[in-house]
């Protein structure tokens, strides 16, 4: 299995900024795609932005531009850099995993969540 650790979120000021990491680790033969979901109180959980093994990149509309998607292959870490944060950014969010163990057993993770508020 492939276990996902999520780290640096808080509580932030609108316009500010905030760096989320997510590092797995397991028996990884491969993660492909890593990604990050957020999930506001009432309402579903959503895709923010994933990234391949290659580094192709997409983001939710609502995001683009302030948001960056960038993984660390080498250490099976992926980072959301969150700049001019909005109050409708406020959301757990939550890194996501798909990938393949060294047994060849495909799986889908996901971290236990990070909570991000922006707030005056």
């Known amino acids: 299995q492939v276990q996902l650790v999520e780290s640096g979120g808080g509580l932030v000021q609108p316009g500010g900024s905030l760096r989320l990491s997510c590092a797995a680790s397991?028996?990884?033969?491969?993660?492909?795609?890593m990604g990050w979901y957020r999930q506001a109180p009432g309402k579903e959980r959503e895709l923010v932005a994933s990234?391949?093994?290659?580094?192709?990149?997409t983001y939710t509309d609502s995001v683009k531009g302030r948001y960056t998607i960038s993984r660390d292959n080498a250490k099976n870490t992926v980072y959301l850099q969150m700049n001019s944060l909005k109050p409708e950014g406020t959301a757990v969010y939550y890194c996501n995993a798909d990938g393949w163990t060294t047994g060849w057993i495909k799986c889908t993770s996901w971290g236990q969540g990070t909570q991000v508020t922006v707030s005056s």
């Open positions: 990234i391949t093994i290659t580094g192709l990149t």
């Open positions: 397991g028996r990884i033969r491969s993660i492909n795609p």
